[in-house]
Nanobody
Framework: QVHLVESGGDLVQAGGCLRLSCVASGSIVSINVVGWYRQTPGKQLEMVAKASSAPLTTYGDSVKGRFTISRDDAKNTVYLQMNSLKPEDTAVYYC????????????????WGQGTQVTVSS
């Protein structure tokens, strides 16, 4: 019953901006940590940004100063604002909810979205 759906991926030129969104649907009570990860063919899954419920944010070294994660718990939505995009940012971006608790559940669990493609041209 819980689904995470990303949107906002696009083809943009280097130096451009893009805003990704991830909406979690279902009878969600709380989410401990939300995050963005990305996958490029031939590379391991990379943590891009994470935000706790505080929210305390952390970023991968390659995106610090360029990307900003934010969460709107009232809408069960997490955003990733990406500025000064580089070709190296090209990847499929996935959102992840960690410690997600549903209305009638007892413990939190993790959920992944389906991913959205971001392509940055030179």
């Amino acid at each position: 019953q819980v689904h995470l759906v990303e949107s906002g991926g696009d083809l943009v030129q280097a130096g451009g901006c893009l805003r990704l969104s991830c909406v979690a649907s279902g009878s969600i009570v709380s989410i401990n940590v939300v995050g963005w990860y990305r996958q490029t063919p031939g590379k391991q899954l990379e943590m891009v940004a994470k935000a706790s419920s505080a929210p305390l944010t952390t970023y991968g070294d390659s995106v610090k100063g360029r990307f900003t994660i934010s969460r709107d718990d009232a809408k069960n939505t997490v955003y990733l604002q990406m500025n000064s995009l580089k070709p190296e940012d090209t990847a499929v971006y996935y959102c992840k909810a960690e410690g997600l608790k549903v209305q009638f559940g007892t413990r939190g669990t993790d959920y992944w979205g389906q991913g959205t493609q971001v392509t940055v041209s030179s």
